[in-house]
């Protein structure tokens, strides 16, 4: 009997069932097979998402799963990642390889703008390596990217056996970030959603990580293309919550946490940035209000991990690009409650 493969069965059970199709899918320009979770679109989602027509689709994937030759597979597309080396969908090969030797993948997420996502994910990313484990950080804010210059990585990546080498920083931890593909860094990445995400899987999945302990994935603001990509494609093992005291602030990152809830993800923990200040006196001035971390506490059923405080300093290392040169208690505590909270959420599960 011939076999039909229809416009919403789901991609990753077509290969899964009929494994010859993954070429088919490559070649008409869909990664989505390359990645361990992003397969579960359907056919007709995964055209829609990366601008294909369907209707070649299903015929190529009808030929092939039925014996027969497709009549016109096109070679595999490239994302336009600036001058210099392009993002290249290399197949299953380069995300199975790199998939099992990173032991957790969590996401950095708000849905607020300005709250610091960046400077918790770096400062985190720094606190860990220092405990001796290997860290590697994935900016996900293709448009708006920001830990390049937080860490002063400047260097074009290379092109490995493995798929590309990811820059790092000087104390080892490894970067990838829209930045250092672009001939200048203010250059501005004019791409519509379909284009981020599929940067985005890409550099999971083309990007040699090596082994690690930890891969942190800094996302940009909203509950759009780039959080959905990164909870659909990437296998997460959890997300931070990234929040700041002022009610407007908390309500719309609100929206971020029912966000990662609908698509069954796991908050890890909630973190409060900018919750005071430290007067002359070391008395704590709460510039943006009274603290609503026990709200977010309640509604994730998580644990607030850190209230994080303002300080002049870190955005002096910053704009040097020597956040690694910054020590604070409050950043080393943040570290130490994230791991014995990951540990926990991976007890229950």
Not at 212 to 228: C, E, N, Q, R
Not at 286 to 307: H, K, R
């Amino acid at each position: 009997m011939a076999v039909e493969i229809t416009a919403d069965m789901i991609i990753h059970d077509v290969v899964t069932k009929y494994p010859q199709t993954v070429k088919v899918f490559q070649g008409h320009g869909l990664p989505c097979t390359a990645c361990q979770v992003g397969a579960r679109e359907s056919v007709a989602g995964g055209a829609r998402t990366h601008r294909l027509s369907l209707e070649p689709l299903l015929a190529d994937l009808n030929r092939v799963a039925n014996g027969q030759e497709a009549e016109g597979i096109r070679p595999a597309t490239k994302a336009p990642v600036g001058r210099g080396i392009q993002l290249n969908v290399l197949g299953g090969g380069a995300a199975a390889a790199t998939g099992p030797k990173i032991r957790h993948i969590i996401a950095v997420m708000s849905g607020k703008g300005g709250v610091g996502k960046s400077l918790v994910t770096g400062l985190l990313a720094a606190s860990l390596q220092r405990q001796g484990l290997s860290v590697g950080i994935l900016d996900g804010d293709i448009t708006g990217p920001s830990i390049a210059k937080e860490f002063g990585v400047r260097k074009s990546p290379s092109k490995g056996p493995n798929g590309i080498d990811p820059a790092h920083t000087q104390g080892g931890i490894k970067v990838i970030s829209m930045n250092m593909f672009l001939p200048n860094s203010t250059d501005p990445v004019t791409w519509r959603g379909p284009m981020v995400s599929s940067a985005i899987k890409q550099f999971y999945s083309d990007v040699d990580w090596g082994k690690l302990d930890f891969l942190l994935v800094d996302l940009p603001p909203g509950t759009s293309d780039a959080p959905m990509t990164v909870m659909q494609s990437l296998p997460l093992d959890g997300v931070v919550i990234v929040s700041s005291p002022q009610m407007l602030a908390t309500e719309i990152v609100m929206k971020c946490i029912k966000m990662v809830q609908t698509m069954k993800g796991k908050v890890i923990g909630v973190v409060e940035n900018m919750a005071y200040l430290t007067m002359p006196d070391g008395s704590r001035n709460e510039i943006f209000g009274p603290s609503n971390g026990a709200d977010l506490v309640v509604m994730t059923g998580a644990p607030l991990l850190a209230q994080l405080p303002i300080d002049p300093e870190i955005a002096m290392l910053c704009d040097a690009g020597k956040l690694e040169e910054y020590h604070s208690e409050a950043y080393d505590t943040l570290a130490e409650n994230f791991v014995k909270a990951l540990k926990i959420a991976g007890q229950r599960a």
